[in-house]
């Protein structure tokens, strides 16, 4: 039987995917299933919405999040 804690956060991974880097195929971060994200080159005139850095091959990966409600 799961705890109330582990029973939560089960409810949480069902609705998650994995974001893969685009140089190496490693996971990068978790986002829900609904969510579009777009890789781009951080520089000066793009600037991302988050700025990740792969464990895997040490690449660092610009993410903007499409379906934003602004």
């Known amino acids: 039987m799961c705890r109330k804690k582990e029973a939560w956060k089960h409810e ?3 609705h998650m995917r994995p974001v893969r880097c685009p140089k190496c195929g490693g996971r990068i971060m978790d986002a829900r299933i609904d969510t579009k994200v777009q890789f781009i080159t951080p520089s000066m005139g793009r600037c991302p919405d988050f700025i990740l850095k792969c464990g ?3 690449a660092e990966i610009g993410v ?3 379906n934003r409600k602004d």
Do not use: M, N, P, Y
């Open 56 to 58: 895997r091959c040490g």
């Open 64 to 66: 903007e999040k499409l």
């Open 12 to 14: 949480i991974k069902k």
